[in-house]
């Protein structure tokens, strides 16, 4: 007939051990843990000694006192009952006897049994993050098995405090990353694996060759309670098999993380703005109060020199105060997301990188720097502005550091369109007897029409371009006019015939294919 007086609130307290004792200074025999059994048999009557017990077992740790009632006591004594509550001491009283031995042997057996599958279950996540290790797995795996194997969140930040990969096992992001910096800090990394700050979380160090490198986070939200054995293996493991990638040469994770996060927001992969926010604030970008700028690098180098150059934007950026996130987004593309202060000029950074890119990768780089945005949410439209504009700029048409969606003219949509087989049909329609003809005939019918639309109808001008006399070319253009049925004067016929030369420039070829 147990009942219970007093610590109520401590009934979760992990038991690691049973002691019997009816001495009165019982923590000289104890470690923290333990459930004190007594009969009560050398309590003092004096009320002061009692709470000078209590106080011994709440300072040694303790996991409680349980008390049988019939051999000292008919009922335990309310200054012993006032002692544990002061003190939050878990106080248990039986109306029956109990067989003390009874207790020890079940109890302890029960705990023996716990240790065992807990160093069974050692042994198998020890050997999860070994085969991990072994065939060099990516530190997005191993977080990712973290959380999987404790069944909570998992964050991996640097010294600086900034989340560079987190699994949250289907949880928004916008609840556990929010402030991220500030809560971080408030919770020190114990030289044991304990509780730490004030939500309670697991750290475990990871490190590199030049010492503390970053944190591993356990997000457990059972506060004030031991850590599961379990956690702290999984924990201890997963930050040794952190620490053994971080040594095995160059690393890049700020990049990777960089890259993944601008992936999700180009491709909209996040629930909520608030989640992208969240997400983006915790990696070190200011997102709120700033203007937004998506930058596309795009390339054509494949010997992985554009992932040596993301490195080097991001560290230029940082030496000069730009914060900014930059990774490798796809082959041949270097995306920049910028956060700017809103009086500042982004002019001169767009600058800054386009002449980085033109030194590490020469002429064939290609900036485009896509309209500024206010808020997160409508970055997707910023990047894919850059990255259409990147995608129509030929190197050899501008002569500048960097390009805007204003920059795409004409033949440069064209460009980024020329595989669209309605285009092509539409060149083949209107210029195909013109080919022929010039296939026929070695013919420069097509060159001559060419510098015709170039010199915007300009005769004399389009025959000194075609290298041809004047009553020579006359007589080519009434040819062309002739063979296609129609006006070289009329506006929009030539309109329709310059789209259609525009077409087969940008295509490459002498005719376009169907």
């Not at 030049?210 to 059972?222: I, T």
């Not at 990147?390 to 050899?396: F, G, K, Q, S, V």
């Amino acid at each position: 007939m147990p009942r219970v007086l007093a610590g109520d609130s401590q009934l979760s307290r992990a038991v690691r051990w049973v002691h019997v004792t009816e001495l009165l200074n019982p923590a000289d025999f104890l470690e923290g843990g333990e459930l004190v059994l007594t009969t009560g048999m050398p309590y003092p009557e004096d009320p002061s000694k009692l709470r000078g017990y209590v106080d011994q077992l709440a300072d040694v740790g303790a996991a409680g006192l349980i008390v049988e009632l019939g051999h000292r006591y008919r009922k335990v004594p309310e200054e012993l009952v006032a002692a544990c509550r002061a003190r939050d001491v878990p106080l248990v009283e039986l109306a029956r006897g109990v067989r003390f031995i009874d207790v020890t042997q079940t109890v302890h057996a029960l705990i023996l049994d716990a240790q065992g599958a807990l160093l069974r279950r050692g042994r198998d996540i020890q050997d999860i993050f070994t085969a991990l290790t072994l065939r060099g797995a990516s530190p997005e795996e191993l977080v990712h098995t973290t959380a999987e194997l404790t069944g909570a969140p998992v964050v991996l930040e640097d010294l600086t405090h900034r989340v560079l990969m987190c699994e949250l096992l289907g949880r928004p992001y916008e609840p556990v990353v929010s402030a991220w910096a500030r809560r971080s800090r408030a919770a020190p990394t114990p030289e044991k694996l304990a509780p730490s700050g004030p939500e309670g979380w697991l750290i475990a160090p990871v490190e590199d060759h030049h010492g503390p490198w970053g944190r591993l986070v356990l997000l457990d939200s059972r506060l004030n309670t031991e850590p599961d054995p379990e956690h702290v293996l999984v924990l201890e493991r997963a930050s040794v098999a952190l620490t053994m990638a971080r040594l095995a040469g160059p690393a890049w994770w700020e990049r990777r993380a960089h890259r993944s996060v601008l992936r999700d927001l180009y491709e909209r992969r996040f629930r909520s703005p608030a989640d992208a926010r969240a997400r983006a604030e915790a990696l070190g970008l200011p997102a709120f109060g700033h203007r937004l700028f998506a930058v596309v690098i795009r390339h054509t180098r494949q010997d992985g020199e554009g992932e040596q150059l993301d490195e080097r934007i991001a560290k230029a950026l940082s030496q000069t105060g730009v914060r900014a996130l930059v990774g490798e987004t796809a082959p041949g593309r270097i995306g920049v997301l910028l956060a700017l202060a809103q009086a500042s000029a982004w002019q001169p950074v767009a600058e800054r990188i386009g002449r980085l890119a033109r030194e590490e990768l020469g002429e064939e780089a290609v900036v485009a720097v896509g309209p500024g945005v206010t808020d997160l949410s409508g970055i997707a439209r910023s990047w894919l502005e850059a990255e259409q504009t990147a995608e129509a700029i030929t190197p050899a048409s501008f002569e500048r550091w960097f390009y805007v969606p204003a920059d795409v003219e004409l033949p440069e949509l064209l460009g980024v369109l020329r595989e669209d087989t309605r285009l092509q049909r539409y060149a083949e329609r209107q210029l195909n007897r013109l080919i022929e003809h010039d296939d026929r005939n070695g013919g420069d019918l097509l060159p001559a029409l060419r510098a015709y639309l170039t010199a915007a109808g300009n005769k004399s001008v389009a025959a000194k371009l075609a290298g041809m006399s004047r009553q020579a070319y006359y007589q080519r253009l009434h040819t062309i006019e002739r063979l296609l049925g129609c006006d070289l004067e009329a506006g929009l016929q030539r309109t329709s015939l310059h789209v259609a030369v525009l077409v087969l420039d940008a295509r490459g070829a002498a005719a376009p294919a169907i």
